[in-house]
């Protein structure tokens, strides 16, 4: 489905259109240079591969690796609410080797100084857990999609770190006649929060009614968290190996520690207690020890991404890869790769970035990791600009403090059923490659409205209307206001930012 959109800024080429998230083919397309597949942006690399001879270039082919060379299993920590203890936890993992992900609730200016910025810096990723941490099968619709939406932009904005994936809280509860949200309805809503993993519970997709590869989960399990012990830690552990052997996951060889940092509860050595646990199972060869973030982002390109085999020169053949974009999975990770026949040499080359061709390693077996186009990286800095009463666009009040003379606002016209942008580059810079996410609740139909435009230059406005979509007329979307996310990324400088745009609308 496309979405129409309007433009008054006649020296910018503007393209609007929307593509279905996770489409059981690829449905993707690629106007103006911006491509979108399943809802997230792409870019596009090209590698060169050299063999033996021109037989061997044109019978060449190239596939995806399920796992990063040598790895057999990926391994990370999940650690649940805003708890001053994940301090100690960063520093229990990092001293095994081990990376995890921490789903808060609230941050504040101190939270964020103190405890996240030791998370990043041990490479860790946070994630979203909601606002309020509230039984979301007791909650309407609306109020769902702004405890997962409204936590998202909230983190995203205190901590400069992109939020990619989620955990529920007190889990995902069974539907009942008396449930206000259902588990589909509540699937549907973190996918169009762009939420696309998180260590849950195995093939947590399928109870939510999402596809396979909608959201990336692994097999979960504990070392019980108030009282660290080895023997619960091996029983879930060899769980999790026997599951991923008999081919129970969808989502590949991953498996995620834990739910929360209560370690200290009955133990006041209760971290050093987990080390000695942890210990048991680090620095091994043939384990990714990663973050959500990253597996989510590994295994999406490894199912979505795209390689086609492009030309043949003689005793070279070049392959293009379409791969998503950093900033919308929330990792800068390597893809795997393997040639067959083992090629002589590969290098590769970022077309967007027109980077010229850097020489990759490769084994025996023809595989190799293809790292990111260096401009391919994840925003610095990330704002917030609120319009909490949906006023009538007046630019100048909608200002970001991160980005000097950036000024953006967005409004929702309920007559029209568009959702109305201004964006005004008061800046000496260019913005480039300015594209956005219209993120709505259940209130309309359909996908994630997608939108790009190639460039904003100094001292110019853009003015646009995005077409929503058709409206449910459900009577529990009436209930509670509706909160509406128009992410805006986009390259200023050196740098990618972005920006939160959201909207709140009081319902009668």
């Known amino acids: 489905m496309k979405h129409t959109l309007k433009l008054w800024a006649p020296t910018l080429a503007l393209v609007a259109f929307c593509v279905g998230m996770f489409s059981v083919s690829i449905n993707a397309e690629e106007i103006s240079g911006q491509r979108f597949a399943y809802g997230l942006a792409q870019y596009e690399q090209e590698i060169t591969l050299e063999f033996a001879t021109t037989e061997e270039a044109e019978a060449a082919t190239v596939e995806k690796l399920e796992m990063p060379i040598g790895k057999t299993l990926a391994i990370s920590g999940r650690w649940d609410d805003t708890n ?11 001293k095994n080797g081990w990376k995890g992900s921490f789903y808060l609730n609230k941050c504040d200016e101190n939270y964020a100084k103190n405890i996240v ?6 490479g860790n990723s946070i994630g979203v857990h909601t606002l309020r941490h509230p039984h979301l099968e007791t909650v309407v619709p609306n109020r769902v ?3 997962i939406m409204g936590n998202r932009v909230d983190l995203e904005t205190k901590t400069d770190m992109t939020a990619t ?11 009942t006649p008396e449930s206000l949200t259902t588990a589909v309805q509540q699937g549907e809503m973190i996918i169009r929060c762009g939420l696309l993993g998180g260590p ?18 692994p097999h979960r399990f504990n070392a019980n968290d108030r009282d660290p012990n080895l023997e619960t830690f091996q029983k879930g552990w060899e769980s999790g190996l026997k599951q991923i052997r008999e081919g ?9 520690l834990g739910t929360h940092s209560w370690q200290t509860s009955v133990h006041k050595d209760g971290f050093e207690r987990l080390s000695k646990i942890l210990a048991t199972q680090a620095n091994r060869a043939d384990v990714w020890y990663c973050n959500s973030n990253e597996y989510t982002t590994y295994r999406l390109n490894f199912v979505q991404a795209r390689v086609e085999k492009v030309k043949v020169e003689g005793k070279c053949a070049t392959f293009r890869i379409y791969r998503f974009e950093p900033q919308e999975t929330g990792a800068i990770v390597d893809m795997g790769l393997k040639a067959v026949p083992t090629p002589k040499k590969v290098a590769c080359v970022s077309v967007s970035a027109n980077e010229n061709g850097k020489t990759l390693t490769v084994t025996e077996a023809g595989e190799f990791m293809l790292p990111n186009a260096t401009n391919q990286v994840l925003p610095a800095q990330i704002d917030r600009i609120d319009n909490p009463t949906n006023n009538v666009l007046n630019a100048e009040t909608f200002t970001c403090n991160e980005f000097p003379g950036l000024k953006i606002a967005s409004r929702v016209n309920l007559e029209k059923n568009v959702l109305e942008m201004e964006i005004r580059n008061n800046s000496e810079k260019t913005l480039k490659n300015v594209k956005g996410h219209i993120r709505l609740p259940l209130k309309w139909k359909g996908e994630t409205p997608c939108w790009y435009i190639p460039e904003i230059t100094p001292s110019s406005t853009v003015k646009m209307e995005i077409a929503l979509g058709e409206i449910d007329s459900a009577e529990n979307l009436k209930t509670y206001a509706l909160f509406i996310d128009n992410q805006v990324d986009f390259e200023l400088g050196e740098e990618r930012g972005r920006v939160h745009s959201t909207v709140t609308i009081e319902q009668p």
């Not at 910025?117 to 041990?122: A, G, T």
């Not at 007190?170 to 539907?175: N, P, R, W």
């Open 84 to 94: 001053s203890a994940h301090f100690q936890m960063s520093e229990t993992m990092k």
């Open 117 to 122: 910025s030791q998370f990043k810096k041990d």
């Open 145 to 147: 999609f702004e405890e």
């Open 165 to 175: 994936t989620f955990t529920f809280p007190f889990g995902l509860g069974k539907d």
């Open 200 to 217: 849950e519970t195995i093939n947590m997709a399928k109870r939510m009614g999402l596809k396979s590869e909608q959201f990336v989960s």
């Open 248 to 256: 129970w996951s969808s989502c590949g060889p991953y498996m995620a």
